[in-house]
């Protein structure tokens, strides 16, 4: 039973973001900005760090293609660029220190890297007009803000879940 937790855990996860934005009161959050809730990567670069790494990046890739044929009409992208950024910062968690700081920074530049391939590879497409400042403005700050709150919430306990689970393995 205990085999089932962590992918039962990422599509609860996989099935609340997309009805985020729902749930949420539109009220809230300025109108203008673009609020891009990325819970499931961050929950995935937690496990490659603290669980284990061929595991992470097995659900980066599955995930990454569940995500590609749910919301985009481009397959591959995000299959490819969860498992890369998800393999980026566990790299960069063996190089520094894998603390529950150090991995949340680098998750949040993980989302940050993630964000701006998906907008590069569809300004190449010529799926978006937007200028870079604009995009950065209205799409990249309110995603860090967004999910920043997200891991001050859920990274600790998270890790410890992670942890117990490492150990009962």
């Not at 980066?60 to 044929?69: R, S």
């Not at 700081?101 to 497409?125: H, K, P, T």
């Amino acid at each position: 039973m205990k085999r089932f937790v962590l992918p039962l855990i990422l599509f609860f996860v996989f099935l609340l973001e997309s009805s985020f934005v729902d749930l949420v009161p539109a009220d809230i959050f300025h109108k203008e900005n673009v609020y891009v809730p990325r819970f499931l990567f961050l929950l995935i670069a937690f496990i490659t760090v603290y669980f284990n790494k061929p595991v992470g990046l097995l659900y980066g890739a599955i995930f990454g293609l569940l995500y590609d044929i749910v919301y985009t009409e481009v397959l591959g992208v995000y299959l490819f660029l969860f498992t890369l950024v998800v393999y980026l910062i566990s790299w960069a968690s063996r190089i520094l220190q894998t603390n529950i700081f150090v991995i949340s920074f680098l998750s949040l530049i993980g989302i940050f890297v993630l964000e701006f391939c998906v907008y590069g590879v569809n300004l190449v497409i010529g799926s978006t007009t937007i200028s870079i400042e604009r995009f950065l403005q209205i799409r990249i700050l309110p995603t860090l803000l967004l999910n920043s709150i997200f891991i001050l919430v859920f990274a600790f306990p998270f890790k410890k879940l992670l942890g117990k689970l490492h150990i009962e393995e």
